[in-house]
């Protein structure tokens, strides 16, 4: 039987990949299997593991994996570390309201070099 542009039929559906029933390819079976690894690893820390520290989990179980790939997975899977900020002090510069004295301190020198 011919198809469209005098090309067999058969031609033209293995190029559509129609009739032919094809298994996920090894790669892809792996994949799966890490990404549930890899969420499995990312509830356990509280969604605060990022794909470094999810690498060396991995390793720690024998799963060795490149920091790239479980990278590209965790963007597959649409996960995230949480980040979370040291604190940092502020200084209150804004503040400059005269305090009162307390102690009754001298903070003025009738003569220099005096207290």
């Known amino acids: 039987m011919q198809g469209i542009a005098g090309e067999p039929k058969h031609i033209l559906q ?58 590209r997975l965790m963007r597959e899977l649409n996960i995230r570390s949480v980040v979370c900020r040291k604190y940092r002090k502020h200084s209150h510069s804004d503040d400059n309201t005269n305090r009162p004295n307390l102690l009754k301190r001298r903070f003025y020198a009738e003569k220099p070099n005096q207290i």
Do not use: F, M
């Open 14 to 71: 293995a190029l559509r990949g129609e009739g032919k029933q094809t298994q996920p390819s090894k790669r892809s079976v792996e994949n799966d299997r890490l990404k549930e690894k890899i969420l499995e690893i990312y509830t356990k820390s509280r969604q605060r593991y990022g794909c470094i520290k999810i690498k060396h989990a991995l390793e720690r179980e024998s799963i060795y994996v490149s920091q790239n790939r479980v990278l």
